[in-house]
């Protein structure tokens, strides 16, 4: 796939970008089988492709360049702007917001921080679109002297931009490599936006996590759901906006609890559980591997959906030694998925497909359905 960007030497994060997708494909589940093949001979159901290009529903942009010519991209090797607005990864209803992103950071007066001089105030401007087509719009900030600013001008950017449904300000005021800070400010009425997928409202608030492929992300759901079935009960662990839990609990499952610890998350996914009408599943604050070990014993079913360094030793051990007779585990880490796998031997892969998040790199999504084994006969 020809891209402009990387054909000009300005971005080289799509390192498979001269390798056809297909082989892209095939490549990625040849990999990801050879790993844990160690563990099992699981069955791999056909694996679930991506869009090539178009496919990204977040754009986290970098500002740098000057007020009167912002750059929305990437940083370069000497900390300067790199303008990647033509980036092909991102959806085309993204694109066509950052001319008028660009036009407002310009009209709002936000001078780009620049890293190498630690000055400056707008650091990124991150943008979110739904499967609907709606948006969330943050601008990053190093302190809050352009806040007023923006403030005043975010009328004429929501009458520019109408399908904007969060408009925020996050204020990151530490010089090193961190996206955000802890303290956002909302310049909308709404305070999330609806992710709709497979039928259920998701809902993403600032600072909240979500799968960047949202077609490959309904496919993830509705292969967990299928292999969560109608389990009598059910944990998601790292249960993030719910996905996992509300999609098992739509398909039949009972006693379906969500474990996470953001607030924000756990309050959007219980409301969408009002509005799904899901009364028997339940959303609680607090940190999964804690949860784990305080509980009386294990449900029918864990579904674990870790971070990229995986669900570590101790909530391994404790799956391991729980008697749960089924594991879901999602992973956005074949390494440390393989490592984890290691620490609970008895929980042996029966089913696996590989669901490619991330064309054009190396990155790799495999959701696994851990069984566990007989015990071995005296």
């Known amino acids: ?9 300005r971005c080289r994060s799509c390192t498979l970008l001269d ?18 093949a ?26 740098g360049g000057t007020v009167d010519r912002p750059t929305l991209g990437i940083l370069d090797a000497t900390g300067h702007g790199v303008d ?4 092909l990864l991102y ?30 105030e707008l650091k990124h401007v991150l943008v979110t679109v739904s499967p609907g087509g709606e948006l969330l719009v943050r601008f990053v900030l190093r302190s809050t002297e352009a806040l007023a600013r923006i403030q005043k001008h975010a009328g004429g950017l929501l009458a520019a931009l109408p399908q904007v449904r969060v408009l925020s300000v996050n204020l990151q005021p530490e010089h090193k490599a961190v996206l955000e800070g802890e303290r956002e400010v909302l310049l909308t009425g709404e305070d999330a936006l609806s992710m ?21 992300a309904a496919a993830l759901y509705r292969q967990a759901a299928a292999w969560t079935g109608t389990a009598g009960s059910v944990w998601d662990l790292y249960s993030g906006v719910g996905g996992f839990a509300l999609h098992a609990a739509a398909a039949g499952a009972g006693d379906v609890t969500g474990v996470e610890t953001s607030g924000a998350a756990v309050a959007g996914a ?17 940190d999964a591997t804690a949860f784990a070990l305080a509980s009386a014993g294990p449900p029918e079913v864990v579904v674990v959906n870790p971070p990229r ?11 391991e030694g729980s008697g749960a007779a089924r594991v879901l585990y999602s992973s956005c880490n074949p390494d440390s998925l393989v490592r984890d796998l290691a620490a609970m031997p008895s929980l042996r892969p029966t089913r696996a497909r590989l669901l490619d998040m991330f064309p054009q790199t190396a990155h790799a999504e495999v959701l696994v359905l851990l069984e566990r084994a007989a015990p071995s006969a005296p």
């Not at 796939?1 to 030497?9: I, R, V």
């Not at 219980?270 to 607090?286: D, E, I, K, P, Y």
């Open 309 to 319: 360094r995986g669900i570590g030793t101790v909530l391994a051990g404790w799956l």
């Open 38 to 63: 160690v563990h099992g001979d699981p069955v791999w159901e056909p694996p679930v492709a991506s869009a090539p290009a178009g496919y990204r529903n977040k754009a986290k942009l970098v500002v």
């Open 91 to 120: 959806d085309d209803r993204l694109v066509a917001t950052f001319g008028e992103l660009a036009a407002f950071v310009t009209r709002a007066g936000l001078i780009p921080y620049d890293v190498p001089a630690r000055r400056g």
């Open 1 to 9: 796939m020809f891209c402009p960007a990387f054909d000009a030497g």
């Open 84 to 87: 990647l607005t033509d980036c």
């Open 196 to 216: 709709r997928l497979n039928g259920l409202q998701l809902f993403l608030r600032p600072q909240g996590f979500f799968q960047t492929n949202s077609a490959v």
């Open 270 to 286: 219980r409301r969408s559980a009002v509005l799904a009408g899901l009364a028997g599943v339940q959303f609680l604050q607090g």
């Open 19 to 36: 390798v056809p997708y297909a082989d892209q494909l095939a490549a990625k589940q040849v990999g990801v089988a050879a790993l844990l």
